[in-house]
């Protein structure tokens, strides 16, 4: 393996101009701006090694159209004789810019050691390690076992269902075409994560009825039974949901209990003429809320429970009535840590890094989701550069260093699990 290190040092310059042609792809998602050139930018790249590359449109999936495809790149290297397949997958898409930046989101600076740019860390810095460690081993040995894909997909920061998850449900992220999958999200260089909490969205709406503002008595005020929600969440739901803690090593502390965010409450009439309300009694109040939950809860009675205490509202509070609508769900995905991809990594981090690495979970949801339900695949992990707490964050930036140390990592780990070294 000395030599494959040997290459990927003499080629962080080229590692950070990767990272920053990527960065300047400026591929935001909604509405999936640039998607066709970014995963044509990577496939020619992949091609000039060797790779055979195919480019799959999520068609039909949420968002896709003419004007905005929801365009995917995966791209093959077989070796030169059987064995398992390795596949690096990293999502090309990132979240809108926001405001507070003091540096241009899509120039790709390099500063102090580090890269900044929207999607630095998230994770355009570990798709760019992931083809520079898998192009550092093919250099070095392109007799090499087995198989490595590395693939560029869509809409993970809205669900995936344009991309990891409609290719799962194509056989692309299932035996026997692949084995272990590493998907290169900002999770900290010395840790592994094997898993992520579940999530369920979902909308609440209280019924009320119209009348004039200046006679609330003869309606009925959706909003104020909206707060009668409100005072049982806090009174009742959110202590019961301090009180769990799991198992699994949730990053950080916080999210190691259930929680639930209140994303938006929206009643009543819009605004008229010069943000004049509009002088009606609300009929109609809407929430939307986020729960996250733990593998030790099932989804089943995340639901059971919001839908217990709204009925519960309703026997015991007059004219009370609601409605509530899934928008989204994710079960908890949790990887063995003694499984071969994430011990494997977890050695590398070891060698390379000379640190003990830290066995974590997400508290939020990236694609594992998709590679586990549906490609029923569980050997999968996320490691890659990148400080998680900087993502989707003004003056994004990932650390050079660090890209550097996770292509090792990476290229260590791919050439253990084809069988190259011991």
């Not at 007799?143 to 894909?149: H, L, T, Y």
Request: hydrophobic share 35%; proline share 6%.
């Amino acid at each position: 393996m000395d030599a494959v290190f040997e290459k990927i040092d003499n080629r962080v310059d080229e590692l950070v101009e990767l990272t920053r042609d990527l960065i300047r792809f400026p591929t935001i998602n909604p509405p999936g701006e640039a998607y066709r050139p970014c995963a044509e930018y990577i496939g020619d790249r992949l091609k000039k090694r060797g790779f055979v590359v195919e480019y799959v449109r999520g068609v039909g999936t949420p968002g896709d159209c003419d004007r905005y495809p929801r365009t995917n790149i995966v791209a093959r290297k077989e070796g030169a004789k059987p064995g398992p397949c390795v596949h690096f997958n990293g999502h090309i898409d990132v979240v809108e810019v926001g405001d507070g930046w003091t540096v241009d989101p899509f120039e790709g600076l390099v500063e102090d050691g580090k890269v900044y740019g929207r999607g630095a860390c998230d994770m355009k810095g570990g798709i760019a390690s992931a083809i520079i460690a898998a192009e550092a081993l093919i250099d070095t040995d392109p007799n090499f076992p087995g198989a490595i894909e590395i693939s560029g997909t869509v809409d993970e920061e809205s669900g995936g269902y344009g991309g990891v998850a409609y290719l799962a449900e194509r056989g692309w992220f299932s035996k026997p075409r692949v084995d272990h999958v590493i998907i290169p999200e900002p999770l900290n260089v010395d840790r592994v994560c094997i898993g992520h909490r579940g999530v369920w969205w979902a909308e609440i709406e209280t019924k009320g009825r119209i009348a004039h503002g200046s006679m609330p008595f003869l309606g009925d005020s959706a909003i104020r039974h909206m707060s009668a929600v409100l005072e049982r969440f806090e009174n009742d739901l959110y202590p019961t949901l301090s009180a769990r803690h799991s198992d699994m090593p949730v990053v950080p502390d916080g999210a190691r209990s259930s929680t639930m965010n209140i994303n938006s409450v929206h009643g009543g009439q819009e605004e008229g003429h010069e943000g004049l309300p509009a002088p009606c009694v609300a009929d109609s109040c809407r929430m939307i809320i986020d729960r996250r939950f733990l593998i030790e809860e099932s989804l089943d009675d995340v639901r059971g429970e919001v839908r217990e205490l709204l009925e519960e509202v309703a026997r015991t509070r007059p004219d009370f009535r609601f409605d509530l609508r899934e928008l989204f769900a994710v079960e908890p995905s949790l990887a063995d840590k003694d499984a071969p991809v994430a011990s494997t990594t977890a050695a590398a981090i070891r060698e390379i890094l000379k640190r003990e690495p830290e066995f974590i979970c997400s508290p939020g949801t990236y694609d594992q989701k998709h590679v586990d339900r549906i490609g029923k695949l569980k050997d999968c992990i996320a490691y890659g550069p990148g400080v998680l707490d900087l993502a989707h964050q003004p003056d994004e930036w990932v650390g050079i260093e660090d890209m550097t140390s996770a292509a090792k990592v990476m290229a260590l780990t791919t050439a253990r699990l084809l069988g190259q070294v011991e």
